[in-house]
């Protein structure tokens, strides 16, 4: 495919190409339409030296298939690899968990590559990122539900005020916003938007997002364990004592700041960790970010297939999360046999972080754990 002249688009003209460690793109595969609207003609001058190759739909791309078992070719193929869409169906999905809504997704895939990661394997094991094109006609559509909705009538763990739209559930914005500005867009329109406000959870620090305006109306969850357990599991993220030290700095850039304490992987000497980690929270922490925090627990769920698969890269990261001992299968709504931690187990850690966090870190609401 020829890339359209950079010369006839003065907006595409002025980005920077990128240079970052996750992302080193060697081929866009794109369907023609998504590289020829305005977003997908400043992800190719975002990635000035990259090939690109046609391709009739998104989600037929087989190049990027295969690999599983291979980390060494999963991160080459989302380093060197992206795919440009446009969303077809576009619809706002109910939560009440982590979020009342589930916004839709303006890209998925990841350039990370954490052992346990659920997020659906769209582009393969490696599933590298896939961005949505059609940003204006998915921000429309968002201003259009939460203008249907009108106030929330009532506080919930959620939020007390603001109807709150997870707009990461199948990647990490951060990283999305090195790669386009649909994540900026995002930020943009619930800036305007008083009675809702976007969410996402992240493992990445990205500081041009502090360039943002986002007027309180985005929370940033960002992801939290054990630094142990962080570089056993965590493949590429941000170190997790970089993620806290950027709190500070995204409330005072106008985000809202909570914590995902997740997953928490239970093993021998967990309670510890978590214990340090509730502490160097507390030390660190400003109390401007300790009074706006909340937190999410979510304890460590698996996937049977997922497992096999790690065992052939990351057989130490399975010592860790593949527990037959303590965990129970549970077949999913999509038919794939997860494993979680035995009931029992379960509700014994949960009780028990939370004793910690109201020891340690007593400052931090738990919203919910599960
Ligand atoms: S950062 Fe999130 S989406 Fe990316 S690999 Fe890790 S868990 Fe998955």
Redesign the pocket.
């Known amino acids: 495919m020829t890339q359209p002249s950079l010369f006839d688009d003065l907006e595409a003209a002025a980005e920077v190409p990128v240079e970052h460690p996750l992302l080193d793109v060697r081929r866009i595969w794109a369907e023609p339409a998504a590289a020829a609207s305005p977003r997908g003609r400043q992800v190719l001058a975002r990635f000035p030296a990259a090939e690109v190759v046609e391709v009739a739909s998104h989600w037929a791309v087989p190049e990027l298939h295969g690999n599983a078992g291979n980390v060494d070719r999963w991160v080459r193929v989302k380093t060197e690899n992206l795919v440009l869409g446009v969303k077809k169906s576009i619809a706002t999905r109910e939560n009440g968990r982590s979020a009342n809504w589930i916004a839709p997704s303006t890209a998925n895939g990841?350039a990370?590559?954490?052992a346990?990661?659920y997020?659906p394997r769209r582009k393969g094991y490696a599933n590298p990122i896939t961005v949505f094109t059609n940003i204006d006609q998915i921000t429309a559509h968002l201003r259009r539900h939460v203008a249907k909705l009108g106030p929330k009538p009532e506080p919930d763990q959620c939020d007390p005020a603001a109807w709150v739209y997870d707009i990461g559930e199948n990647?990490?914005c951060s990283v999305d916003a090195v790669v386009s500005d649909n994540v900026a867009d995002l930020v943009a329109t619930f800036a305007e938007l008083p009675t809702a406000k976007a969410s996402f959870?992240t493992?990445?620090v990205n500081r041009s997002l502090l360039d943002l305006d986002p007027r309180g109306r985005t929370r940033i969850r960002f992801s939290v364990m054990p630094d142990v357990d962080a570089r056993l599991l965590?493949i590429r993220?941000s170190r997790v004592a970089d993620r806290i030290a950027a709190a500070d700095d995204f409330v005072a850039a106008g985000y809202e700041v909570h914590l995902n304490l997740s997953p928490v992987v239970l093993r021998e000497g967990w309670e510890a960790d978590w214990t340090a980690l509730l502490q160097q929270l507390s030390d660190v922490l400003a109390p401007a970010t300790r009074d706006q925090a909340a937190a999410e627990v979510i304890m460590l769920t698996h996937n049977e297939a997922l497992h096999e698969v790690n065992l052939g890269w990351h057989p130490q990261a399975e010592a860790a999360l593949w527990r037959p001992d303590l965990q129970e299968p549970k077949v999913s709504q999509n038919g794939q046999v997860n494993v979680r931690y035995r009931a029992d187990v379960k509700r014994a850690a949960v009780a028990r972080l939370r004793a910690l966090v109201a020891q340690h870190a007593p400052w931090l609401t738990v919203r919910y754990a599960f």
Do not use: L, R
């Open positions: 990841c990370m590559a954490c346990y990661c997020v990647g990490d959870a493992k990445w965590d993220t």
